[in-house]
């Protein structure tokens, strides 16, 4: 007995939003699919500008942020898959964004010295 798996189409995705909690993906099926921000770690900790800064790829069966270097695939989102990346790797990207922050400076009092 053999047993043959049907291959479902995935929808593309058309256009994604952003909030401060939650990634939405309008698909090519007319749905539109969400998820908590929270599930992609690198999105959380990045900025407004890096957020909105991305492009769909594979004729819309991913979506990529350049600048924090996130991939996150249709197939994924539509199964209910979090980011897969290992702890010690997001630790290390977060890392090195910290240290690339501008130093705060010392303020000084109202003499003039520090």
Same mark, same amino acid.
């Given at each position: @007995?053999?047993? $043959? ?6 929808? $593309? ?15 090519? !099926? ?8 929270? +599930?992609? =770690?690198?999105? @959380? ?8 800064? +991305? ?9 990529? +942020?350049?600048?924090? !270097? ?12 979090? $980011?897969?990346?290992?702890? %010690?790797?997001?630790?290390? +990207?977060?890392? %090195?964004?910290?240290? $690339?922050? =501008? ?10 010295? %520090?």
């Amino acid at each position: @007995m053999s047993i $043959s798996v049907n291959e479902i189409a995935v929808p $593309s995705a058309e256009n994604i939003t952003i909030t401060d909690d939650t990634l939405c993906v309008d698909l090519s !099926d007319g749905r539109t699919i969400s998820v908590p921000l929270a +599930w992609f =770690p690198r999105l @959380m900790h990045s900025t407004p500008v890096e957020r909105n800064h +991305w492009r769909l790829i594979g004729k819309g069966h991913g979506i990529h +942020w350049e600048d924090i !270097d996130e991939d996150i695939s249709i197939e994924s989102l539509l199964v209910g898959k979090a $980011s897969g990346e290992s702890q %010690s790797s997001f630790k290390k +990207w977060l890392n %090195s964004r910290q240290s $690339s922050l =501008p130093k705060k400076r010392t303020s000084r009092n109202a003499r003039g010295h %520090s």
